[in-house]
Structure formats: C-alpha cells, structure tokens
C-alpha cells in the first residue's frame, strides 16, 4: 500500500507539472468504471437515529430493528406509506408542538428506553386500556390516540439547558458510532480491492482509486450530514421549545465539524500507512 501512495503521489506531482488542466481532466473530468456493489451497499445503508427517549416523531416513521429512526440518505424520516417528511418540516408543525405542549411522545416515541440509545427497543411500552384510550405501565404513562403509551415520555420537570443538552448526548455518540463503521468499511474495501488487483496482476491505476472512492466518501459524508442535521434540528427545536435560545446547540455543530476533519485525518494515515 505504502508503495502504491508514492506512485500515486508522483503520478500527481507530474500531473500538475505538466499543467493543472491535465490533473483536473485525469482526477474529475475522465471517467472511469467505478460501479462496485459493494461499495455502492456501503453508500446506500441509511443511518438509524437515537432520538432521546419522549421526542415525538412522525406517525408510521420507519424504524430499525432496535427500534431506532431511520432517516434516508437527505436525513427524511422514511414513513410505513412509502412518502417522506423532512424534519423541518415535522419540527415545525402544529403535531409536534402539541406533543411537545403536553409531554407526551405516544406511540410515535424514536427515543431510547435505556441510557445507550444502541439498545434501544424504541422505548415502547403496553397497550393501555379503556374506553378514552389511556393507560398505565411500570415505566410511566402518556397517552396516544390509540391508547399506547411510550414508557417514560414525559420530560423532567423544570427542564433546564443542560438537561435538555444531555438528553442528546448519547444519540450524537451513537450517530458518530455508525459513521466510524461505515468509514472503516469503506477504507477496508478500497485496501482489499487494491491488494485484490495486484495478486491479479491488474495495472492499478492512482487516478481511478482516487475518483471511486473520493467519490464514495463525499456521498458518505453528504448523508451524514443530513442524518446530523435531523438530529441537530430536533435538539434546536427542543430548546426552543422549552424558551431557550437555539444558540445553545452550536456547540454540537462545532463538535461535528472537528470530528469531521479528525475523521479525516485518520482516513489519511491508514491509507499512507503513516
């Protein structure tokens, strides 16, 4: 690999020797046969988000096996009837206001039932019973309009800013969890088809590693930070809720963007082997 770097390194220090234009035609506008099953599965698996226990979601949002909220690839909640709902969109309606007026997720809690929200099981609790469809369970009450209830969906009393901020501290971990994974999957794929070319004794050439999987990262990073946002704009819309200032969350914008360029980084040296 280390050898393959110093090819690559040269054949880019010749390039813009040669002229900018010839590295700008070889690296973004000459196509090549990039299309890999494999890394295209790496590209398409959505993200699951660990709204915090109580955060009301759209009715029918698509969840994992975990119970947590998948989000598409713009960060939409994805919906049982096939349509999508930005979170903005949701954030900003009349359901969600109420739900949030009256401390209650119902049935349409995303949140985590535990304090790490990769155990979740989506926080549901038992049917309640009666005929104004209320109910209780061990974990709490709420109310929902067919009488489920969402285990503990009502949030603290007297809530403050940093109770609401360490609400959202794990579903952010547990966020960058999945984005460490789907990163390392996408290096080891790009390592293995390398070493895979070689033993083939296939020409390996610098400029269509660079353009398959530059290529690759950009779309991982572009969905990840749509399913950031969703979460972002869920924490935001939470604060204000509560008459607290959005300001409050740029913080995590900031944080992102530092573990953006480490992430970076780190890609950089388990590629050189530096």
């Known amino acids: 690999m280390r050898k393959f770097i110093k090819i690559a390194l040269i054949v880019v220090l010749f390039l813009a020797l040669i002229g900018g234009g010839t590295l700008y035609y070889f690296t973004k506008v000459k196509t090549y046969d990039v299309a890999d099953e494999k890394v295209d ?5 959505p993200y699951s988000i660990a709204y915090p226990e109580g955060t009301p ?6 969840k994992d096996e975990e119970g947590l909220v998948i989000v598409d690839k713009d960060g ?3 919906l049982e009837d096939g349509s999508v709902m930005s979170p ?23 949140g985590s039932s535990s304090s790490d929200p990769a155990s979740s099981n989506g926080g549901t609790g038992s049917t309640g019973t009666g005929s104004d469809g209320s109910g209780n369970t061990d974990a709490g009450s709420g109310s929902g309009s067919n009488g489920e209830t969402g285990g503990t969906n009502e949030a603290p009393a007297g809530m403050t800013v940093d109770a609401i901020k360490s609400r959202y501290d794990s579903s952010f971990q547990s966020l960058e969890g999945q984005v460490d994974s789907q990163l390392g999957s996408l290096i080891s794929q790009a390592k293995g088809e390398y070493v895979e070319k070689k033993a083939a004794g296939e020409t390996v050439n ?42 409050h969350a740029n913080q995590y914008k900031a944080d992102y963007e530092a573990m953006k360029e480490s992430r970076r980084s780190e890609l950089l040296s388990k590629v050189t082997g530096m």
Request: proline letters at 4%; hydrophobic letters at 35%.
């Open 41 to 45: 599965e790496i590209i398409d698996s």
């Open 206 to 247: 610098p400029a269509y590693f660079y353009q398959k999987y530059n290529g690759a990262a950009a779309n991982v990073e572009s969905k990840t930070d749509a399913a950031f946002n969703s979460l972002y704009t869920g924490l935001t819309s939470e604060l204000k809720a509560n008459g607290f200032s959005e300001s």
């Open 57 to 62: 979601i759209p009715e029918g949002a698509q």
């Open 88 to 110: 903005d969109d949701w954030f900003a309606s009349p359901e969600y206001a109420a739900a949030v007026s009256t401390g209650t997720g119902g049935k349409n809690n995303g």
């Open 76 to 78: 939409n909640f994805l």
